[in-house]
């Protein structure tokens, strides 16, 4: 579990902790401590505002964003007081825009924006650094307006003088209110992006409907033991403890979050492949081989892989270890279009991204293909899996 810290509202949840911005008066958190904070702007009136210290809060999020915090605001119109405002304590310089709207020329496709139907205020980013600047803050638009305004980015610290590894930051997010929707639930929405709940359902039948090898025989088995419970009793229980452990492995086809997670770990086990945690993140994995230690970057998404996803996975290749012969590289392992079946999906790896892996050494494996690997292992015992891992970058196929 990330340890979340809310500034500016009390959380209905307990595994969060909280302050109230008038708590920020009498002393500032240690931001660092977190490994996620998060802002809620419009709970900021203009009399705590002029009061709270500001400058210490922007030191304080400068040091813990190079340390492995992330950031997310909750946003709200601009509010001045005592020679600041309300985004003050940014530690970079964003311009905020008095203008509303609805027409959206790009907006994710995911649960917290299905509730974003308009926009009352916006920014906008100025990226011009001198030419002797060495470092600086590169934005990335997530919701922008159809003038192109910001109306959710990220912003990052960069190294600008390079291409091969810039990052040096975590990110810092910014989220509109959503419409028609009350703060506190608001709140809420926002922290599920940060630990997403996790899918206690039956799996959804298009996924369901898929008959891992094995399976049908179990099945008759329970069937045929239903006359004989009495007898059979443990024994269906065994199997009913079999097929649900099988029905996780199908979920790498259909999940999301740390319910993916656990999912691929366990189909890697299944392979004889191990993959360890790694720092803070859950989607952070280690693949661990021999002298091997391979950097994997788990996502699922209801659309295809992004640049983002294979941003990231390339930020942690340094950290890679491998014995002779075996390049350096790191792997992301991707479920798209999540909430489709398996028919209807489009490329899971984009031509965009494929191409620009290209020299990154990163493996792209797409759950669909790490489930033929499983399956095929199942049938035959056969598996190619790992060396196609150690030995490969760029798309990764079963065939």
Same mark, same amino acid.
């Given at each position: 579990m990330r340890r979340v810290l809310v500034i500016g509202s009390e959380t209905k949840s307990k595994k969060y902790e909280s302050v109230k911005w008038l708590d920020l008066k009498g002393k500032v958190p240690t931001l660092g401590d977190y490994d996620d904070i998060v802002f809620v702007l419009p709970t900021l009136t203009l009399g705590v505002l002029s009061i709270i210290p500001i400058q210490v809060i922007k030191s304080k999020i400068g040091k813990a964003i190079l340390n492995e915090t992330t950031f997310y605001v909750l946003t709200a119109p601009q509010i001045n007081a005592g020679g600041h405002h309300n985004y003050s304590f940014l530690p970079f310089n964003i311009t905020y825009i008095n203008e509303d709207g609805e027409m959206?020329?790009?907006?994710?496709?995911?649960?917290?924006?299905?509730?974003?139907?308009?926009?009352?205020?916006?920014? +906008?980013?100025?990226? /011009?650094?001198?030419? #002797?600047?060495?470092?600086?803050?590169?934005? /990335?638009?997530?919701? $922008? /307006?159809?003038?192109?305004? *910001? $109306? +959710?980015?990220?912003?990052? $610290?960069?190294?600008?003088? #390079?291409?091969?590894? !810039? #990052? *040096? +930051?975590?990110?810092? *997010?910014?989220?509109?209110?959503? #419409?028609?929707? +009350?703060?506190?639930?608001?709140?809420?929405?926002?922290?599920?992006?940060?630990? !997403?709940?996790?899918?206690?359902?039956?799996?959804?039948?298009?996924?369901?409907?898929?008959k891992t090898p094995g399976e049908a025989k179990l099945l008759e088995e329970v069937s045929s033991n239903q006359s004989v419970i009495l007898e059979k009793g443990e024994r269906n229980s065994e199997i009913m403890e079999t097929l649900k452990e099988l029905d996780i492995r199908k979920s790498i086809l259909s999940s999301k979050g740390t319910q993916l997670v656990d999912a691929v770990v366990k189909v890697f086990k299944d392979l004889d492949i191990i993959l360890e945690g790694e720092e803070k993140f859950e989607e952070d994995k280690m693949l661990l081989s021999g002298k091997n230690k391979i950097p994997v970057e788990i996502k699922g998404h209801d659309k295809g892989a992004t640049e983002e996803d294979l941003r990231q996975a390339f930020a942690r290749k340094n950290k890679a270890v491998v014995e002779d012969g075996v390049k350096p590289k790191a792997i992301l392992i991707v479920n798209a279009f999540a909430n489709l079946p398996l028919e209807q999906r489009g490329k899971d790896f984009e031509d965009s991204i494929v191409s620009k892996e290209t020299g990154w050494e990163v493996g792209l494996l797409s759950t669909r293909e790490l489930y033929k690997f499983w399956e095929e292992s199942k049938k035959t015992g056969k598996n190619s899996l790992l060396e196609k891992l150690l030995n490969n970058t760029g798309l990764i196929k079963f065939s």
């Open positions: 959206f020329k790009e907006i994710p496709e995911d649960n917290y924006f299905k509730k974003v139907n308009r926009w009352d205020f916006c920014f +906008s980013y100025d990226a /011009t650094y001198p030419d #002797t600047a060495e470092i600086g803050w590169d934005c /990335t638009p997530i919701a $922008v /307006t159809k003038h192109g305004n *910001l $109306v +959710s980015f990220s912003m990052r $610290v960069i190294n600008l003088k #390079t291409y091969v590894n !810039p #990052t *040096l +930051s975590n990110n810092m *997010l910014f989220f509109p209110p959503q #419409t028609n929707v +009350s703060i506190n639930d608001n709140i809420e929405n926002l922290l599920n992006i940060i630990n !997403p709940p996790e899918n206690k359902d039956n799996l959804p039948p298009f996924i369901k409907e898929l």
